[in-house]
Structures are given as C-alpha cells and as structure tokens.
C-alpha cells in the first residue's frame, strides 16, 4: 500500500493541471470550441502519462528487476512513452493558445519593408534549442526590425514573431553566459584540487 501512496504522490503534479484543463475545457467549449477541446485532449495526455507512470512503476519495475526484460528496455519504453505523451499535451497546450485568432487588421505604411519576423523566430528557437551563438543573430536582428517597425519603414505584422524571437535569443544568450561562467568554475575547481596523495 505505501507504494501505491507513493506512486500518486510521484503522479500528483500531473493529476491537478490535468483536472484543471479538463474543468476549464468543458466551461469554455461553448465560447472557444477549437481551443477547449484542444485543453481536453491535452489534459487526457498528462492523466494517460500519470497513469503510465504509476504502472510502469508498478509493473515494468518490476518485470526488470526479475529479468524479464532488460533494464534498457525498461528505460527504452518509459523514454519513448513519457517523450511521446510530453510532446503531444505540451503542443497541444501551446496551439490552444492561439486556435482561433484571428489577427488585428494594421496599417502598412506605403514602402515599408516585408518583416523578417519567422527567421528570427526560427533562429530564436535554435538557439535555445540547439546552437546559444544564434541567439546573438537573433537578438541584434530583433532590435533593429523592431526599431524599424517603430520606424514605420518595416511591416509591422511581423512584431509578434520578432518579439517572441528577439526574446528567445536573449534567453539562449543569458544560458550559454551562465554555462560558460559554470565550465570557468568547474575548471578553476578542477585545477585548484590537488591530485597529490
């Protein structure tokens, strides 16, 4: 029994937010249809990710630890099952967010420049994701359109993109200077032990 308790304790923070989405899905489907539903799908995911959890932590655990499989295939179907649920309610979650919408009609003065608003963004998202130095091109890119927009010499639909891109950059930037700044650390450490008996 006290496993069981633990294994619901482990699942909790997936159970409220998944109960939460629910609840608000239903108040809400009859006003914003397309993102309700989205919120249900989403929060199905996470109570199906709990419950993976906690059976996998009951059974699969179990089944390693006799020898039936392997604890790589153990690790293997967690991974895979975890990633899979993870990405599908996340995703869900953010196009909830803007199902729906539709833009706000803006002036575009005569000559403005097109916005480069999704390169900045893709190049945002790469640098937290994968490569921090595009964050510098991403940032620097941002400020100008955004400036330019101000400007009204550059379509200013693009503001969103370029926000949210200038944003990402700014963080990868932040992180790769924290990591930098914690391999400095962990290397003067390292050098500063002694290795003598």
Request: net charge positive.
């Amino acid at each position: 029994m006290p496993a069981v308790f633990g294994n619901f304790l482990a699942i909790f923070p997936l159970i409220v937010p998944a109960l939460i989405g629910i609840v608000l899905g239903c108040a809400f489907m009859s006003r914003y249809r397309k993102p309700a539903i989205m919120v249900i799908i989403a929060s199905v995911l996470l109570l199906l990710q709990g419950a993976f959890m906690m059976l996998a932590n009951m059974f699969l655990v179990r089944l390693a630890s006799d020898g039936v499989i392997t604890w790589e295939t153990y690790s293997l179907i967690a991974s895979t099952v975890h990633f899979i649920l993870g990405i599908g309610s996340s995703g869900l979650l953010l196009a909830a967010v803007f199902a729906g919408r539709t833009a706000p009609a803006v002036e575009v003065a005569p000559g403005a420049r097109p916005h480069r608003g999704a390169p900045i963004l893709v190049m945002g998202i790469l640098s937290v994701a994968i490569f921090a130095p595009l964050g510098v091109i991403a940032m620097v890119l941002g400020i100008r359109d955004l400036a330019a927009m101000e400007a009204g010499t550059m379509d200013p639909r693009g503001r969103p993109q370029t926000t949210a891109g200038m944003v990402l950059g700014i963080i990868a930037i932040v992180l790769m200077v924290l990591a930098l700044i914690g391999v400095v650390l962990f290397l003067y450490t390292l050098s500063a032990t002694s290795w003598m008996p």
